[in-house]
């Protein structure tokens, strides 16, 4: 509806401004879209927090990045009839993240980065089977599949999917997806840091779910 009164705007102002043999001129307006059978619904366990617990400063490497223990969180996506889908992660820690590749962890009182943390994605089943993960870079224009399923991520600037059995170039259509995301988090070298009271890792992502 905003979009329809705008356009009625711009065409009261035309006619205003042009003579009237100008209406005798055309423009066409295609209207787009698609309807599809049912949405999804992504629930992460533990209501989304990886919680990385109290980390004493001394158990941290001074001159090089220190890679902490997994946090596993269960991952599930419940659709209301089989569609297809993509993953595309979005860092919202406001650039903090060592690694152009990861999602940051917020920044010291010292304005200094804290460190970075990977999604890993594992134990990827979908309505029952286990699922192939699939990346692509372009939109999802086109689809490669992921050669090493161990080291699945959801990453930033690309989309992440699922393809059942040989179903096409590009993800299956899932109803039910079950999986586990594995927060691995790195902190940056205590050298770089500025510890001289309790630190707050702030690290905030958002998954979110494409429709194909």
Same mark, same amino acid.
């Given at each position: 509806?905003?979009?329809? =009164?705008?356009? #009625? ?34 629930? @992460?366990?533990?209501?989304? /927090?990886?919680? @990385?617990?109290?980390?004493? #400063?001394?158990? @941290?490497?001074?001159? +090089?990045?220190?890679? #902490? &223990?997994?946090?596993?969180? $269960? +991952? ?15 860092? $919202?820690? $406001?650039d903090s993240s060592i690694s152009p ?6 920044? =010291? ?12 994605? %594992? &134990? %990827? ?8 993960? +699939? ?5 999802? &224009? $086109? ?8 080291? %699945? ?5 690309? +989309? ?9 170039q590009g993800p299956s259509p899932i109803? &039910? ?23 707050? /890792? ?6 979110? #779910?494409?429709?194909?």
């Amino acid at each position: 509806m905003k979009f329809s =009164t705008t356009l #009625l705007a711009l065409a009261i102002a035309s006619s205003a401004a042009i003579a009237p043999s100008a209406f005798a001129q055309s423009a066409d307006l295609s209207v787009t879209g698609r309807i599809f059978p049912g949405a999804c619904v992504v629930d @992460l366990g533990n209501g989304g /927090v990886a919680d @990385l617990g109290s980390i004493r #400063l001394e158990s @941290l490497q001074a001159d +090089m990045t220190t890679v #902490l &223990d997994d946090v596993d969180l $269960n +991952m599930t996506i419940a659709c209301q009839s089989a569609v297809r889908f993509a993953l595309e992660g979005v860092d $919202n820690s $406001n650039d903090s993240s060592i690694s152009p590749s990861q999602y940051g962890l917020g920044i =010291t009182a010292a304005d200094e980065k804290i460190g970075s943390a990977r999604l890993g994605l %594992v &134990d %990827v089943t979908a309505d029952g089977e286990a699922a192939k993960a +699939m990346f692509s870079d372009d939109g999802g &224009d $086109n689809w490669i599949v992921h050669l090493f399923p161990d080291s %699945v991520t959801i990453g930033k600037g690309s +989309m992440l999917g699922f393809q059942v059995g040989q179903t096409g170039q590009g993800p299956s259509p899932i109803k &039910d997806l079950q999986g586990t995301v594995k927060v691995r988090a790195t902190i940056a070298p205590t050298s770089e840091l500025t510890v001289t009271e309790d630190v707050p /890792v702030q690290g905030n992502a958002t998954i979110n #779910l494409a429709y194909l």
